[in-house]
């Protein structure tokens, strides 16, 4: 998992590529024009289509090439309606551990005796897995998917996994802390996971005048993580739950991650402002929209 920066005084930070169970969109996408081939159009486009099968082969020859490492499960739990935590024990598994070296980072894991992997960023921090000797993760029960496998699995039970992948979050992009006062973090369902790792991973939050995590889900049983909010906050970061279906106890924001943010900004100095965008698409799309439009550059 990378992170996609640019040069410019304010950043958005996003990850890619876009994973599962913490899809991830780059903050601004290039629109495409479809339009008919006709026939002298055909041969360059059999071309291209020809170089793309060759493509996805030498991607599917590359994939081949992975090294697995068994390592058990845990500990498994509910941490949300449809959200699981999963713990993977890695202690015997020192190159792995080892592998993970930023938040941000993700991997490929495997179940016994299903071939297709699931894409999976790590929630914990690095220093976690340092020390307990484990990766600890946030994932979405999908009908049909490696990800229900995984969910259905038990304590001890083994799984295969690849080493960390991507750069992850390269926060010395919006260091140091002073210059870049406010960050804005935008997460829905369980793009939460590596958000997770961002914070306790720690970024100077308590340096910055303005961190703020604008936090979307359904309601409050798919908000994953309300047990570490306290902790969070402690740490710097301003919790800004959004519900798009809340109850009618609910007193806090309501609607969509983008909307609560655009009646909100508040962005007092653009060249000073880093975000950073985990989840829906189009809400990674809208956000970065207001941003732009608000002079914080991509």
């Known amino acids: 998992m990378s992170v996609k920066l640019s040069p410019s005084p304010s950043t958005l930070l996003s990850l ?47 994939q081949d090439t992975t ?20 713990s993977i024990d890695v202690s015997d598994s020192a190159d792995i ?36 000797g484990a990766f600890e993760f ?35 992009q919006i260091e140091p802390a002073e210059k870049y006062p406010t960050v804005l973090i935008f997460a829905t369902g369980s793009g939460i996971s590596p958000i997770r790792s961002l914070i306790e991973s720690g970024f100077s939050a308590d340096k910055r005048s303005d961190v703020r995590l604008y936090y979307g889900a ?13 902790h969070w906050e402690s740490s710097g970061v301003k919790i800004v739950p959004v519900l798009s279906q809340p109850d009618g106890s609910w007193t806090g924001e309501s609607g969509y991650v983008q909307a609560a943010f655009a009646r909100a900004k508040q962005i007092h100095s653009p060249t000073g402002t880093g975000a950073v965008l985990c989840g829906q698409k189009q809400m990674t799309e809208e956000v970065a929209s207001i941003l732009v439009s608000d002079g914080v550059s991509s």
């Not at 941000?104 to 897995?129: D, H």
Request: charged content about 20%; proline content about 8%; aromatic content about 6%.
């Open 16 to 62: 890619a590529p876009p994973l599962p169970h913490a899809h991830l969109s780059p903050p601004l996408v290039s629109m495409s024009i479809l339009r008919r081939l006709g026939p002298k159009h055909l041969t360059t486009h059999l071309r291209h289509h020809n170089r793309r099968r060759l493509a996805t082969v030498a991607a599917a020859v590359r």
């Open 67 to 86: 090294v697995w490492t068994q390592a058990p499960l845990s500990e498994i739990e509910p941490a949300a309606e449809s959200l699981f935590h999963v």
């Open 97 to 132: 551990a080892a592998s993970y070296t930023c938040a941000g980072q993700y991997l490929q894991l495997r179940v016994p005796e299903v071939e297709k992997p699931s894409f999976l960023a790590i929630a914990s921090p690095p220093s976690y897995a340092a020390e307990k």
């Open 138 to 172: 946030l994932v979405k029960s999908v009908a049909g998917s490696t990800a229900e496998l995984l969910c259905g699995l038990k304590r001890g039970d083994l799984v295969e996994l690849s080493q960390a992948m991507g750069r992850g979050f390269e926060i010395d």
């Open 218 to 230: 359904r309601n409050l049983k798919r908000m994953a993580y309300q047990d570490r909010f306290k």
